[in-house]
């Protein structure tokens, strides 16, 4: 399969395709070398869009997602005293 942006729920639906045809067990040994390999690579992709999402979740129950607008105003002072170690000399 080409290398391309899929959804979450394309992939999951591709990695079933794909565990369906290699438990039938009625495929070529050198295609289903090349699905093993694609499901694979799916399950890995899966895995770390998932993490993504927990990791996001984590951040909004945790209060850590802040408005942009409100981070900008905290980055530096005009001055350039502000933001991490701001003001002591370079």
Known sequence: MAKEKL??????ERLKTVV???E???LPLEQALALYKEGLGLSAELGRQLEAAKNEVK???DGL???F???EG?????DGSGGP???QGS
Not at 74 to 78: I, L, N, V, W
């Open 74 to 78: 905290h980055d530096a002072a005009p």
């Open 65 to 67: 997602l802040k408005d």
């Open 85 to 87: 170690g701001g003001g």
């Open 24 to 26: 039938r067990g009625e």
């Open 20 to 22: 369906d045809s290699l």
């Open 69 to 71: 607008a409100a981070l």
């Open 59 to 61: 951040l909004v129950q």
């Open 7 to 12: 959804s979450f729920e394309k992939r999951l």
